[in-house]
């Protein structure tokens, strides 16, 4: 079964769907200065904007790969620049202990990034964005942690 | 159910080239909810919002979704707008379908496809989007400048014009800064001591000034208009109010081998010193590094000649906790340590100087009264070398220089070349530069001047290397233009140091929660259209803290930011950001994993009392938010594992709303 | 065709010696620093300039390329980090590698060597002729 | 050696019942069989004179009663193993009940029974079980004694105790232990180094037996929310059931995610499941994840500390270093 399917989906070109969480004051400022300086990076990136990046609470993450997102990944200030001193510190742990456990359980640790991006990063922005969409899609559709009742 | 408008903006081209707009608003219109969907060509315009605040009359609408620009370029503008309309301000939510979809995809296909799942995501929010009112608060009508140089001083002097209290924190016993140590500025020559210690007095006598002198702040909490600050007054064993500045223990104490910090330790003072003649406060301090009395009990020669009985040896440090409206940083710059530029030989011969100390050099009231000596021996110099961007533009030494340009070198060089061609005739000078930099007013006039009328010679090259030998300096430098290597014997070679932000900046904008770059300067709001504010409100930049500057962008900056202070204490309320934390007391467990991470104290524990279903009352302990000073972050939100704690306009059904929206 | 041949040159020398000259900003820091400058006919800032511009053949054919006494003061005191003697030593790989004439064998030092020669030349020499 | 016997708690409650110092004793009921014992609230002497038990089988932990227990009137006498102080302090540490409305009693222990372990070790027939000595002697119908030895027997929470100090009590019976090392870490160790695909597998098999009887969670001394995520229509991931493997892998991840740096691996959820799914090897994860990375933590050894979820240092690895770690 499982290998069956796997073999539809190559024969059209698999498109993951990723959900980046952008922080309001560095990294979605870095995204949108990309979009100013015309970076490109694959549409299959959707940005949501959150005020911090410890805005961003571990089920908004398993929701999206339940409701079908092949990838998440997780954009704030660098460490010691965050808008509100310290919301990024959280993140980097709660995300590394988050990620670590679903590694654990078996989910490919190349769904799952961290990256810090400041507001003048557009630059780098597009090339994570480019480099996780690569790497997800490489991977291909997510089956560990999906509820099939999501898919249509 | 909400009754959703959406707009679908063209931007002109910006859009409409790789989004089919028409596609997007005729998309949305299948979405649940959505009564009223279109496209036009500038949502922002007069026109565009008018058709905004029609569609809300015509449709009754009571949410709206604008498929635009960045949130952060018109979130602003389309709240206003929704407001002129009559719904809540937040009840309008952006989808960013330019900086985030037609300028990064190429082809239509795409583009549109992305913008509709955007514009989806965005729908699904604002169906959870509740009307939200700003909380108000009071503003402290007092500011804090921290750092008592010139840009600290004219920042607190145009605040305290405008009769607002200000406190000026400064870490050395006496206010002036760099300035003070300065001997003549550019472009007209005037000797820095005649136009700052004016401004100094004007300080120390202005009723709306106190000068907390010798002091550097510990704490900072709260938020724009109301800020708590811990301030550190460092001991001087000398009471400042008895003290006259009489200065007379400065000429008895015995201990005089202390190095002159003023004096860039040039020369000694005693263990009790009056920083310099103009010093403000005018007041002696002790250091308890070379104090006979503090450090062994043995002396107290100061306390026997001071008639005011002004030494206390028992004096400790003291705190003085203050509350501001605004924090203006002014921390300023330092020269950066040239002595790992091995080449220049700083370490090995006195007569390789600083910039700065050549000031010192040249001050009358420097440690040669003015006459331009060599260190090492006393003499004249007849030969000097002065060599441009000592680390200045320097990309590749790591931990040594800087890689940005200094700016104020340029003028400082052509200052002292000029200053020793005209005072000492038959000193011959020699400038070396890569450029010379002279953008300002008067500038390339005063650089121009240096050679044309005073014979200063530049030359476009760089040294390479100088070696002391025979009392001489032997430079080995470049003449680019001519294709030739120099060698000159100088007496004396003067480097045009890179300066730094002062080392207290860092730990300062840590506290301040101000961001700050890779070099330690501190950020500005925005680069072009708010450079005096730092990206936290409240907090405000003047000076060198900011970027290398000469003293008259200092000033101005100084006066600008004084401006923006004036501007916020000026009024009585702030209105805050409503997208603050709630916490729902029925949920909470009072467990404290949200106070702790909350960077602002926002939150507090209350004692409530709850009737149970089965009509008994119980006691709990429950979170409480202050919303005037909750910043929004959402840290607690996650803490929180009850999920009690939620954050308005990022409530977690909202987010989650998104999520769905992005990955249906 | 010819400027083909320049080009190509220009690109060979730069990937072998790894150095950027776009970061150089013109200071003269290497020149003044240069111990064996006014033995040169080109000196260490022109080498930049010239294979930046792709003005090479003179280089080529100028005893300056074996001037270079490879001290690295100039690489060590470039403040972009430039790095001309890197530069210097790969057009000097470039004369001497295709005519294959110039290469020396270990045997072959000893009898040029004289008193003066400073060690580091030697080493130096040991670097450029064996390459 | 157990000093401590059910007649020495039991004199000690009497008398604490009787001087009217605490009106209430959580202690361990007997249950149906010999081997269900219970938490319960007894309110006087007779009462535990009757049904209270103290055995093998008395490995409940109390702590997370304490919170409704102290919300009532006067003062509970409340039983401490190790394990169970350590639940009590985080408890405090959370501020989830009133201290001075308990009076604990802190006793040794040397490794506790639980039913699934021992019926494993007897499946047919079994009657009862007791320590003698250092052997286990189970009684059964069918096959008459079986001895074993006690220690080499014992469930995993116990072989891999973290400690036989008890951290918090008004009153120690008998002597205390000391922190001790049992590596706890070594499965967790193991299964970090297998590949995502086994982890995956081994996991898919474990969590898909769960049924979502929410048992781990109410046994659970850190989930002592007034109200579950996953019971809050408003929450957004609120479920009840299974329908999708998905649900209990949210549910687990959540929910260890939740009591991360909170957890004092008691083991409780693994003691409890009806379906023996390891869920203590979630716990644990996180648990040696905040040692390797943030440093040693215990939560619970001291009332007050920070856990560390809710901690920063400036200096903490990346996500992706820890990632890395992980996968060695």
């Known amino acids: 079964m499982q290998v069956n399917e796997s073999n539809i989906v190559a024969n059209e070109e698999f498109r993951p769907k990723i959900v980046a969480f952008c922080c309001n004051w560095c990294s979605y400022a870095g995204a949108d200065l990309a979009g100013n300086n015309r970076l490109a990076y694959p549409a299959d990136i959707k940005i949501i904007r959150v005020p911090c990046s410890c805005r961003v609470n571990p089920m908004f993450i398993l929701r999206a790969f339940q409701r079908g997102a092949d990838g998440v990944i997780l954009c704030g200030c660098h460490p010691g620049d965050c808008h509100y001193t310290s919301g990024n510190y959280y993140t980097r742990r709660r995300m590394a202990m988050l990620f670590s456990m679903l590694n654990y359980l078996g989910i490919e640790k190349e769904r799952t990034r961290v990256e810090w991006v400041s507001a003048a990063e557009g630059a780098k922005f597009a090339a994570t964005m480019q480099d996780f969409a690569e790497k997800v899609k490489a991977l291909g559709p997510n089956k560990r942690l999906e509820d099939l009742r999501c898919k249509q | 159910m909400q009754r959703i408008g959406v707009f679908v903006c063209w931007c002109g081209s910006n859009i409409a080239a790789t989004v089919d707009v028409h596609a997007v608003a005729e998309a949305a219109k299948l979405e649940p909810g959505v009564v009223f969907s279109t496209d036009y060509q500038y949502m922002c315009s007069q026109a565009g919002q008018n058709m905004i605040i029609d569609a809300v009359k015509e449709h009754k609408l009571t949410g709206l979704v604008i498929c635009s620009c960045s949130p952060r370029m018109h979130e602003a503008t389309f709240r206003k707008t929704a407001a002129n309309a009559g719904i809540n301000p937040y009840m309008v939510e952006i989808a960013n379908i330019r900086e985030q979809c037609s300028w990064v995809h190429k082809d239509m296909p795409t583009g549109t496809e992305k913008a509709i799942i955007l514009a989806k995501a965005a729908i699904a929010k604002v169906h959870l989007n509740t009307p939200l009112t700003p909380g108000e608060s009071k503003v402290t009508k007092r500011a804090l400048v921290i750092g008592g140089g010139i840009a600290g001083i004219q920042t607190a002097l145009d605040i305290a014009d405008a009769g607002y209290p200000v406190d000026i924190v400064e870490k050395e016993p006496t206010i002036g800064g760099k300035m003070a140590q300065l001997d003549k500025t550019f472009p007209t020559l005037d000797c820095a001591a005649c136009i700052l210690t004016p401004k100094m007095v004007d300080a120390a006598q202005n009723e709306n000034i106190r000068i907390i002198s010798y002091a550097k702040v510990e704490e900072v909490g709260g938020f724009v208009g109301n800020f708590h600050v811990k301030i550190r007054k460092k001991a001087r064993f000398v009471n400042e109010d008895v003290c006259t500045g009489c200065g007379l223990c400065t000429e008895k104490c015995p201990q005089k081998k202390v190095p002159n910090a003023f004096n860039l330790n040039m020369d000694n003072h005693r263990a009790i010193y009056i920083p310099f003649a103009q010093a403000v406060p005018k007041v002696a301090v002790i250091d308890p590094d070379y104090c006979n009395m503090l450090k062994n009990g043995k002396c107290g020669v100061c306390a026997k000649v001071c008639t005011a009985g002004a030494i206390d040896y028992k004096q400790e440090d003291q705190i003085i906790e203050e509350d501001y409206g605004a924090i203006v940083a002014a921390t300023g710059y330092n020269p950066i340590s040239v002595e790992k530029f091995d080449e220049f030989a700083y370490s090995q011969s006195k007569d390789v100087i600083t910039s700065l100390e050549f000031e010192r050099l040249t001050n009358a009231a420097g440690p040669t009264a003015g006459k331009l000596l060599r260190p090492s021996d006393g003499e004249h110099p007849h030969t000097i070398v002065f060599v441009q961007c000592v680390g200045s533009r320097c990309a590749s030494c790591a931990g040594k220089g800087k890689e940005y340009c200094s700016k104020i070198c340029c003028m400082y060089t052509a200052k002292h070349a000029m200053l020793v061609r005209d005072k000492y005739p038959d000193t011959e000078v020699y400038v070396f530069y890569i450029d010379v930099r002279t953008p300002g007013k008067n500038f390339d006039e005063f650089y121009r001047r240096a050679v044309e009328e005073y014979g200063v010679h530049y030359i476009k090259g760089m040294v390479g290397k100088v070696t002391p030998e025979n009392g001489k300096l032997k430079v080995q430098a470049s003449d680019l233009l001519a294709d030739r290597q120099l060698h000159i014997d100088a007496d004396l070679v003067v480097l045009a140091a890179a300066i730094e932000p002062d080392k207290s900046a860092r730990p300062l904008a840590t506290m301040l929660t101000a961001s700050m770059d890779t070099n330690d300067f501190f950020t500005e709001a925005h680069p072009k259209l708010r450079p005096v504010e730092s990206p936290t409100a409240g907090i405000f930049l003047s000076g060198a803290c900011q970027g290398p500057k000469d003293i008259p962008e200092t000033v101005s900056q100084a006066s600008a930011a004084a401006a923006k202070v004036i501007g916020l204490l000026s009024k009585n309320t702030l209105k805050g950001n409503p997208c603050v934390a709630q916490s729902d007391e029925l949920m909470c467990n009072g467990c404290s994993s949200c106070a702790n991470v909350c960077p602002y104290g926002a939150i507090t524990y209350v004692n409530k009392e709850f009737r149970m279903p089965d009509r008994t009352t119980k006691v709990r302990r429950v979170a409480s938010v202050n919303p005037a000073v909750c910043q929004g972050c959402g840290a607690c939100t996650v803490a929180c594992p009850s999920g009690a704690m939620d954050l308005n306009g990022f409530k977690n059904n909202q987010i989650m709303a998104e999520v769905d929206a992005i990955c249906k | 065709m010819e400027k083909n041949k320049t080009a190509a040159l220009r690109e060979q020398i730069l990937r072998a010696s790894g150095v950027n000259p776009k970061k150089c900003m013109r200071c003269g820091k290497c020149s003044g620093t240069c111990p064996a400058y006014d033995e040169m006919e080109y000196h260490p800032h022109q080498f930049v300039y010239m294979v930046e511009t792709g003005n090479i053949e003179p280089l080529l054919h100028s005893e300056s390329v074996y001037k270079c006494l490879s001290c690295f003061a100039c690489v060590e005191r470039c403040p972009r980090g430039v790095e001309p003697a890197k530069l210097i030593e790969a057009l000097c790989a470039a004369v001497t590698r295709p005519q294959g004439a110039n290469h020396m064998t270990p045997d072959d030092i000893p009898a040029l060597l004289d008193e003066d020669l400073p060690q580091q030349a030697i080493v130096s020499a040991l670097r450029k002729y064996m390459k | ?328």
């Open chain 4, 1 to 328: 050696m157990q000093t401590v016997t059910r007649e020495t708690l039991l004199d000690k409650a009497s008398a604490l019942l009787a001087s009217g110092e605490v009106s209430r004793v959580l202690g361990w009921k007997k249950g149906e069989f010999a081997y269900d014992v219970t938490p319960a609230v007894f309110e006087s002497a007779e009462e535990m004179e009757k049904d209270f038990v103290y055995d093998i089988f008395s490995g409940a932990n109390f702590s997370k009663y304490l919170i409704k227990e102290t919300a009532k009137e006067g003062k509970v006498l409340v039983f401490l193993k190790p394990c169970d102080s350590y639940s009590f302090n985080q408890l405090l540490t959370e501020h989830r009940f009133d201290r001075e409305k308990v009076y604990a009693i802190g006793i040794p222990c040397d490794g506790m029974m639980d039913a699934s372990t021992v019926k494993a070790l007897a499946p047919e027939g079994l009657v009862s079980a007791e320590r003698d000595g250092d052997n286990l002697v189970i009684h059964t119908l069918y096959d008459g004694d079986k001895i074993l030895p006690y220690a080499d027997n014992l469930p995993d929470r116990c072989r891999h105790c973290k400690s036989k100090k008890v951290v918090a009590y008004d009153e120690m019976l008998g002597e205390n232990g000391d922190v001790v090392d049992s590596h706890r870490f070594d499965e967790v160790a193991e299964l970090e180094a297998m590949s995502e695909d086994a982890r995956f597998a081994f996991w898919q098999n474990e969590l898909s037996r769960c049924i979502r009887c929410n048992a781990c969670r109410d046994v659970c001394p850190a989930c002592t929310c007034e109200k579950c995520v996953f019971d809050n229509p408003k929450s957004g991931v609120e479920n009840k059931a299974i329908s999708d493997s998905y649900e209990e892998k949210m549910f687990h991840i959540i929910r260890a995610f939740h009591v991360a740096g909170r957890c004092t691996d008691c083991g409780e959820c693994s003691r409890v499941c009806p379906q023996n799914i390891p869920l203590h090897l979630l716990n644990r994860k996180f648990i040696y994840d905040i040692d390797r990375n943030y440093g040693d933590y215990m939560a619970g050894a001291e009332e007050g500390s920070r856990a560390p979820l809710v901690n920063y240092k400036t200096e903490d690895p990346e996500a992706a270093d820890v990632l890395e770690r992980g996968d060695k």
